[in-house]
């Protein structure tokens, strides 16, 4: 397939823009890595440029996500997003989604998932004065954290409850929609990039930024057993491929000028296994793994990380476009 094939060659492309399938795909940019590590006796914590990170002594996983106000601890999947949005490679994949956006064009946006509301405060600061931020989710617990962490911004932004599949808003009511990994949370994103290019205006921009769980890599001695694992890692998410769908669903909504900005997230051997320790245990508890293989590879996985040069890490897919005038 063509886009396949341009993925793979960018890697080798400096400075220059792809046209490939009728998408605009500019330099391929690698993310920073991310370190996380964890203490005998403490919860997880992510070492990010030198600062330490609290995330959660529990594991959470990013399936949970699908239903935050079900879960045993919603307070660590909220610590989890703020752990996250202070990993450099994704928050500059997030920024240039902001980017594209056009948002110092724009009075009205909104934030389709907008979580704990963490990113809702740096779109009010790219729009002008007077500009108005709304943000969605369908969680009781985290509209009430936006809330509270948006309150200095007042009447520039306002909060409600509901689902991404049935927008609460008029059509063309915004110049800006966004929705950064909520995609890969939902029955239907086609649906719901339909209601996103439905509340934006004429000549207003769409975008979204999702991984592709099935990119997820690493480099391991025993790769039958690495394979398994990684199916199972993005069978576990709702969409664990949505990532490379994006540019069919944007064109399928209609949108025009689809740019397609694929990043990859480096990560290290102990932060994989932060990432993959619930899902392997799964595999055990389905009779798909033996606890002497998960073992073994594990044991083969620190191996092979220590002696050095280790590499792993996951793409990410930044997708925007324009609702035809």
């Not at 009075?107 to 704990?116: E, T």
């Not at 398994?228 to 769908?245: C, K, L, P, T, Y």
Request: glycine residues 10%; proline residues 5%; negative net charge.
């Amino acid at each position: 397939m063509a886009g396949s094939a341009g993925l793979r060659d960018a890697a080798s492309v400096p400075e220059t823009t792809l046209a490939i399938g009728g998408f605009t795909l500019p330099k391929w940019e690698p993310a920073a890595a991310v370190c996380v590590c964890q203490s005998a006796a403490g919860p997880v914590s992510a070492e990010i440029g030198g600062d330490l990170l609290m995330v959660s002594e529990a594991h959470t996983t990013p399936a949970e996500f699908s239903t935050v106000d079900a879960s045993a601890d919603p307070g660590g999947l909220i610590r989890f997003l703020d752990a996250a949005r202070s990993v450099s490679g994704l928050s500059a994949a997030k920024n240039a989604l902001l980017e594209q956006l056009a948002l110092g064009q724009a009075q009205a946006a909104l934030d389709v998932g907008c979580g704990a509301g963490g990113d809702m405060a740096e779109m009010a600061r790219l729009m002008p004065d007077g500009a108005h931020v709304s943000g969605l989710d369908v969680s009781e617990t985290m509209i009430a954290e936006a809330r509270r962490r948006t309150a200095s911004l007042a009447t520039r932004v306002s909060l409600r409850i509901g689902d991404a599949a049935d927008l609460p808003y008029d059509d063309q009511a915004f110049d800006a929609c966004r929705a950064a990994t909520v995609l890969q949370h939902v029955p239907d994103p086609a649906r719901v990039l339909s209601e996103m290019a439905r509340v934006t205006r004429p000549g207003g921009r769409v975008g979204a930024l999702e991984f592709d769980q099935e990119t997820l890599f690493l480099d391991h001695p025993d790769p039958e057993t690495t394979r398994i694992i990684v199916d199972a890692f993005a069978g576990a998410m709702i969409q664990g491929h949505v990532g490379r769908q994006l540019p069919r669903m944007f064109q399928t909504a209609g949108l025009t000028d689809v740019s397609v900005t694929p990043r990859v997230i480096l990560a290290n051997a102990q932060f994989l296994r932060t990432l993959l320790q619930d899902h392997v245990a799964r595999l055990q508890g389905q009779g798909v793994l033996t606890g002497q293989r998960a073992s073994q590879w594990w044991a083969e996985l620190q191996t092979w990380a220590q002696a050095g040069g280790f590499a792993g890490g996951v793409i990410v897919f930044v997708v925007t476009a324009s609702r035809p005038s």
